[in-house]
């Protein structure tokens, strides 16, 4: 598999190159290209998040118009009605704050990302952001970490 360490580890190693000690950010992440993720892995997720993910420009209109009088009847934000870009956008750039200003920057960053990257581009990239507990970012961190 093509890997890629993306937490910034530093490592001691014996004379046989044997890591023996680990200095780390709490982080765990290993990047992988989308070809070496196996699509059953990836299509839950598509499912799940954002059935509507192939067919749309970053933003799910349908969504935010069922979340919109939810949150307002309730005076905060409960509903999310993210996109798989939203949640792209809001895990690599902007905070996990429930304010309606960081959920406007969320759909701005959302329209552009879907302006510069493909589908396949954008997948990949949150395929190896999203965070599954346990400081394990991306979905090869988790297995390591769930499956090992």
Do not use: C, W
Not at 5 to 21: D, E, F, P, R, T
Not at 84 to 102: C, E, F
Not at 119 to 126: D, G, N, R, S, V
Request: a positive charge; glycine letters at 6%.
């Amino acid at each position: 598999m093509n890997r890629k360490k993306l937490a910034q580890n530093s490592y001691m190693k014996a004379a046989n190159g044997k890591v023996i000690s680990e200095i780390s950010t709490g982080e765990k992440r290993t990047y992988l290209k989308l070809e070496d993720i196996p699509l059953f892995l990836e299509n839950p997720f598509i499912v799940t998040e954002d059935q509507k993910f192939h067919d749309h420009a970053g933003v799910d209109l349908s969504g935010i118009s069922r979340a919109l009088p939810i949150n307002s009847q309730n005076k905060t934000i409960e509903q999310g009605g993210s996109t798989i870009t939203q949640q792209l956008a809001r895990n690599v750039y902007l905070s996990h704050d429930r304010t309606y200003n960081r959920k406007l920057s969320e759909l701005i960053y959302a329209y552009q990302i879907e302006r510069k990257k493909s589908k396949p581009e954008i997948m990949e990239l949150y395929l190896n952001a999203i965070y599954f507990s346990n400081g394990a970012y991306g979905i090869e961190a988790a297995s390591q970490y769930y499956l090992k």
